[in-house]
């Protein structure tokens, strides 16, 4: 069983930043990747960002330049920094976690950017 606990939600103005933490327990892989999604009201879910468990990252174009995505193996956590938020970027934001071709979930933080 592969649970994921987030953290770091909220509210902030335009501009600022937040950083969100997702830490995984359970029965987890040592090659895999960790990832955030967001989704948006009326909107599908879409990638914001994943590490791979070697480093290699990948960005949604929309967030390239502001959001920073890091991981520490050793504690099986993932985090996302995000810089000059933008309303846009108001969304629930779910951690993700793929162990070859299962994929594991999280709860969903919210993060709500306005002024």
């Known amino acids: 069983q592969v649970q994921l606990v987030e953290s770091g939600g909220g509210s902030v103005q335009p501009g600022g930043s937040l950083r969100l933490s997702c830490a995984a327990s359970g029965s987890i892989f040592s090659i895999n990747i960790m990832g955030w999604y967001r989704q948006a009201p009326g909107k599908q879910r879409e990638l914001v960002a994943a590490?791979?468990?070697?480093?290699?990252?990948n960005y949604a174009d929309s967030v390239k330049g502001r959001f920073i995505i890091s991981r520490d193996n050793a504690k099986n956590t993932v985090y996302l920094q995000m810089n000059s938020l933008k309303p846009e970027d108001t969304a629930v934001y779910y951690c993700n976690l793929r162990i070859v071709n299962i994929n594991y979930w999280g709860q969903g933080t919210q993060v709500t950017v306005s002024s």
């Open positions: 590490i791979g468990s070697g480093g290699s990252t």
